[in-house]
């Protein structure tokens, strides 16, 4: 069974880093890419970033470019946001998503607190 | 980057009786491999979303079969043939042709 676990969601004061994980099982994690995806609360869905298997191709939404990097550890099945500048807008569930054309499986989310 | 614009925004339906979400792009969806990247996806109350249609038409492992897609180009329906107590919670049509994906804002489909 496909599993994506997201960890490291928080509240963080403005200007603030945070740093998301997302651990998959179930599948071989290597051969995948991967987005993270969020939500601002009672709102609809963003993209944030994208990954390709190897990690040699990466691409960002305007609103997080220069801010959000986002990284891969194929040995350990798991796909990583660091989040730096935190804005309030920023605030919403961070979810992972497997694959491309279209991502199929989806984390649960973790939820990021951007405030003072 | 591609606009999706869903309509209505909120469809209340009455248990049994079916429903129709429709998706418009601001471009072709069209990639220069032939395929159209239009999928839907479903979020139920408190749930992340789920796939349920790919390629406009082809459903995702295990989604029942009163759910289809239809359409091409720049237009796009989502349709349930019969609304069940489990299909409440709001559906999005996403772009994955080109960067940056796009979702549509959203269609809360609510019972009667």
């Known amino acids: 069974e496909v599993q994506l676990v997201e960890s490291g969601g928080g509240l963080v004061q403005p200007g603030g880093s945070l740093r998301l994980s997302c651990a998959g099982s179930?599948?071989?994690?290597?051969?995948?890419?991967m987005n993270w995806v969020r939500q601002a609360p009672g709102k609809g869905l963003e993209w944030v970033s994208f990954?390709?298997?190897?990690?040699?191709?990466?691409y960002y939404a305007d609103s997080v470019e220069g801010r959000f990097t986002i990284s891969r550890d194929n040995d350990k099945n798991s796909l990583y946001l660091q989040m730096n500048s935190l804005r309030a807008e920023d605030t919403a569930v961070y979810y992972c998503?497997?694959?491309?054309?279209?991502?199929?499986?989806w984390g649960q989310g973790t939820l990021v607190t951007v405030s003072s | 980057d591609i606009v999706m614009t869903q309509t209505p925004l909120s469809s209340p339906v009455t248990l049994g009786q079916p429903a129709s979400i429709s998706c418009r792009s601001s471009q072709s969806l069209v990639h220069s491999d032939g395929n159209t990247y239009l999928s839907w996806l479903q979020q139920r109350p408190g749930q992340p979303p789920r796939l349920l249609i790919y390629?406009?038409?082809n459903r995702f492992s295990g989604v029942p079969d009163r759910f289809s897609g239809s359409g091409a180009g720049t237009d796009f329906t989502l349709k349930i043939s019969r609304v069940e107590a489990e299909d409440v919670g709001v559906y999005y049509c996403?772009?994955?042709?080109?960067?940056?994906?796009?979702f549509g804002g959203g269609t809360k489909v609510e019972i009667k």
């Open positions: 996403m772009q994955t042709t080109q960067f940056p994906l796009t």
């Open positions: 179930g599948f071989t994690f290597s051969n995948y890419v």
């Open positions: 998503a497997r694959g491309r054309r279209p991502p199929d499986y």
């Open positions: 990954i390709s298997s190897s990690g040699t191709t990466i």
């Open positions: 390629k406009i038409s």
